[in-house]
């Protein structure tokens, strides 16, 4: 099956800063998402980007599937951003949701 | 916004007892997922239904746990009996899976259910 990985496992930031989570995966995908868990445990969506690029507020997300990496950017980072992020694809060879061991981003007043 | 709704979001019990999940899916999603997540192991797959067919339940211990889909609208995981180890927050998803050309479709977690057995 795909194999998903993401980097850095962990990231601590000052309140403010900026950040960039990567994404890589080991076939070619044609969906890819990303996700928060925050601190009560909810996964939130974030991007549904197969491909291309896509913006939401502070955060984007960039996905280049034929060198099978996606990043998300998050900009001028809240407390509220930290949790563990992660992203997943569908893996229709197996027919499973993938998910990378995520990012844990910590944000610090 | 739509949602996927489950219940109870926790649950204490003694190891032993039946334990009942319950989820329900966004009105037109064809598949719907049962994810665990613990500390030590991350996500872990249990279970999913492609319109209400079980597709693959690999992920789950076949003697205590089963998954089902009476109807559309609901979904359901149940541990019988519970143990200890089962302690973990149980996610449901909802997603319309299509194709491999058109892709997967946004997948959309619930709020989990935090189960623990003491």
């Known amino acids: 099956g795909i194999q998903v990985e993401q980097s850095p496992p962990d990231l601590i930031l000052q309140e403010g800063a900026n950040s960039t989570l990567r994404c890589n995966f080991s076939?070619?995908?044609?969906?890819l998402q990303w996700f928060h868990q925050n601190p009560w445990g909810q996964l939130i969506n974030l991007f549904y980007i197969p491909s291309g690029t896509k913006q939401n507020g502070r955060l984007s997300a960039t996905t280049v599937a034929t060198e099978r990496y996606s990043l998300l950017y998050i900009s001028s980072s809240q407390t509220t951003d930290s949790g563990v992020y992660f992203c997943a694809v569908f893996d229709f060879g197996n027919e499973k949701l993938t998910f990378g061991t995520g990012t844990r981003l910590t944000i610090i007043p | 916004d739509a949602r996927v709704t489950q219940t109870p979001r926790h649950k204490v019990t003694e190891m032993g007892q039946e334990v009942t999940m319950r989820c329900q899916p966004i009105?037109?999603?064809?598949?719907v997922f049962w994810y665990r997540q613990t500390m030590m192991q991350g996500l872990e797959l249990l279970a999913y239904f492609r319109n209400r067919a079980p597709l693959d339940d690999s992920g789950m211990p076949k003697d205590r746990f089963s998954a089902e889909m009476p109807d559309a609208t609901l979904a359901t995981l149940k541990i019988q009996p519970s143990e200890p180890r089962d302690s973990a927050v149980y996610f449901c998803a909802s997603g319309l899976v299509r194709d491999r050309v058109s892709g997967a479709n946004v997948l959309t977690f619930g709020a989990g259910s935090r189960l623990t057995v003491l």
């Open positions: 076939d070619s995908v044609n969906n």
């Open positions: 009105l037109g999603h064809n598949t």
